[in-house]
């Protein structure tokens, strides 16, 4: 389960972003995760014999993003993953994410805090006495 870069030019949904992952605890799953890990640690060259199938697996020399983009179009993969919105599922908080947080939007999954916006997570999700997090707050997440 992944979902689409949301934004610039990745709008498209093109691209899939690994920022937020949902994985099943299955041998595909693992092979999924070991395939990226090999094809990182043989380089450009990759390997002829990915757990996944689909023959051979070019290098992932950049970060993991670019190594499951690599995977997206091989029959097994779309067998075994979802590709979910990402106006939905790892949302960035910008503008029109936070409208619709702050209105409490029942389509609005995940938020993503990413980059700039980490050090916003606490006081976003704790606003106002009301804890999003579901365990008070005072507790996980929204302690000082």
């Not at 799953?29 to 990915?50: C, I």
């Not at 995940?110 to 916003?120: A, E």
Request: glycine share 14%.
């Amino acid at each position: 389960f992944s979902t689409p870069r949301t934004g610039g030019a990745m709008a498209s949904g093109a691209n899939i972003n690994s920022g937020v992952l949902f994985a099943r605890n299955s041998p595909w799953a693992l092979g999924l995760f070991r395939d990226m890990l090999d094809s990182r640690w043989y380089g450009p060259a990759g390997f002829s014999t990915p757990r996944t199938g689909g023959g051979h697996l070019p290098g992932c020399v950049a970060e993991e993003q670019t190594c499951i983009n690599s995977l997206r179009n091989r029959k097994t993969f779309n067998e075994h993953v979802v590709v979910m919105p990402g106006t939905q599922y790892n949302c960035g908080l910008k503008g029109d994410v936070m409208k619709r947080f702050s209105a409490e939007d029942p389509t609005l999954k995940v938020l993503h805090f990413m980059g700039p916006s980490k050090s916003s997570a606490a006081r976003t999700l704790c606003a106002k006495g009301k804890s999003m997090t579901g365990d008070g707050p005072t507790d996980y997440g929204c302690s000082p």
